[in-house]
């Protein structure tokens, strides 16, 4: 006789999947409306056109940056670079493990490029998923989304045909601080728009302190910024090159000497690593959770108020 697999209890479910990601180092975990992503996301990238019959959507985030790292030179901090590789490496786990416990079909969603469209446009937006699922919110530095108590996260992405209860965004954008409400009233301009390097960020805060707009540059910030880019255009400077000496020029020249070492070691130092709007935010650097120092701080108070 065939034997059929119990409906799991939703509630009890969700529990279990947000413990797991917890004990695997994500500091936040939400499901994402479906309904709402396969509205706004444009076609070819929902969350149906890589799995048909998805039914949740799960995003999953992790810590950005220590203390320490945001005191280094700005040169320094290209290395320090990303933790987004945590979010990638729980999102696959869950996968196999909703697959395990629960015996439904579950993807890691792959955070990469589509392969027929180029670098400016992602397979899946974790961002968006992140956004519905309410764990960050916009900000003006260039769309990044920010936690209020986590500062800055990387996301990742678990599709599964697990029906769970979604999650709402947030009520509240903790973008823009107060601070950066009153350093705009009085120049035009938050910390991050000033200290932008490539001056990719531009916006507007209403009298009520709220975001009314966000510009961002793209093409400013992928041009000192998404190295990767750069690849192709040193590979074809040395193809086109005259003699020997401007070949090598291209290709071992002192300024891409790095680059070469950053693909050697399989660093992340080459997608996006200018951090100079987080460096300046306030909500990224100074919310009560936004680093490991802050966060040992947090659990040995909660520790001491329950002695």
Known sequence: MKQTVAEPDRSQTKESLFAYARKKGALAVGVADLAEIERIAPAGHRPSDLMPKVKSV???????????????????????GSTESLAYKIAYGMAYYIENKFEVRSIYCPPDLDPELG???PLQSLKLHAEIAGIGARSLAGDILLHPDYG???FGSVFTELELEPDKPMAENPCPAPSCVSMYESTGRTPCMKFCPAQCLDGEIDEDGNQTAMDYDMAKCAEMTQQYEVVPQIIAAAIAADNPKDRDDALFGGSNKALWYKMSVGSGGLLAQCFECMRVCPVATRSELADPIRRAKARRESSAGET
Request: charged letters at 5%.
């Open 152 to 154: 800055y996260m990387y």
């Open 119 to 121: 670098a400016r446009y």
């Open 58 to 80: 799960i995003s999953i985030g992790v810590g950005g940056q220590t203390q320490g790292a945001w005191g280094v030179t700005a040169k320094a901090l290209t290395f320090f």
